[in-house]
């Protein structure tokens, strides 16, 4: 029997437009999939593929999309803006809702604020409320709660890659995407407290993003540094830079995951 293959989807807004390309790559080229683990916007696109939407009508979703279709004013002092609007949209076009009924087996990440725990969502429950807390990010999105009273955030505060999440459940290979590793070429040396304190949060992010690099038997980081996580209306160009960077690292992938059939065959 062969090893079971998971993806750890990171996160990284807009940016994450880019997992859809390498998604494209792997089902073209007949890479299994068992289990897929995302992050904020891995979450979105690694539950939506989990659910059984193909990579073509995801991105058609994402062409559709916008920061003011994805959000709206929350009017809270936890946060400006609530991603409800997320919530809905999902519900409208994910074929399965629960993570109970996923053809394939997925997990999103969130944080607990006041812990600072990572939290797995899987096995049961609604997908898009764990979806929606795994992209709250922290100062802009409002927190959500849960039925436990746990206040929840962005993964990408514990789990920007969630290579741990994925071996959790059960992935013996892990493929990582890393969308946010790719040194950003847009920054220069920023002039204000406000650009100082988003500059060192995005550093640390990507060093974080990189700690967890190493439980992943292949690491996939598309060449996408020049493009800011906010511009959400450079989808294709995003997914085109998502297959260039898995095909560079396919004849990788198909050779440990032909390996590992070939000892399954003799064993």
């Not at 009508?57 to 004013?73: N, T, V």
Request: glycine residues 10%; neutral net charge.
């Amino acid at each position: 029997m062969r090893k079971k293959v998971g993806l750890a989807l990171s996160g990284g807004a807009a940016k994450g437009f880019a997992h859809l390309g390498v998604l494209k790559v792997l089902v073209e080229n007949n890479i299994p999939i068992d289990f897929i683990t995302g992050t904020s916007a891995g979450s979105y696109a690694g539950g939506g593929f989990a659910s059984g939407l193909t990579v073509e009508q995801m991105i058609e979703i994402g062409r559709q999309a916008s920061w003011f279709r994805l959000s709206k004013f929350a009017f809270s002092a936890k946060g400006l803006i609530s991603n409800a609007p997320m919530r809905e949209i999902i519900n409208q076009t994910f074929p399965t809702k629960k993570f109970e009924e996923m053809p394939i087996p997925f997990a999103a990440v969130a944080c607990d604020l006041e812990t600072g725990e990572e939290v797995i969502f899987k096995d049961k429950g609604d997908v898009s409320f764990a979806i929606c807390a795994s992209c709250a990010i922290p100062g802009v999105f409002t927190p959500l709660e849960d039925e436990n009273g746990r206040v929840l955030v962005d993964g990408g505060v514990v789990a920007p890659v969630p290579t741990r999440a994925v071996r959790k459940m059960g992935a013996e290979i892990i493929i990582a995407v890393d969308v946010i590793a790719d040194q950003p070429k847009f920054w220069g040396t920023p002039t204000t407290l406000l650009g100082v304190f988003i500059q060192s949060a995005m550093l640390m992010l990507r060093a974080a993003s990189k700690m967890q690099h190493y439980r992943a038997d292949v690491v996939i980081i598309p060449k996408i540094g020049h493009l800011r996580p906010d511009e959400i209306g450079k989808i294709d160009e995003f997914v085109k830079l998502g297959e260039e960077a898995a095909l560079e690292k396919l004849d990788e992938i198909k050779a440990l995951v032909e390996a590992n059939q070939e000892k399954g065959r003799m064993s």
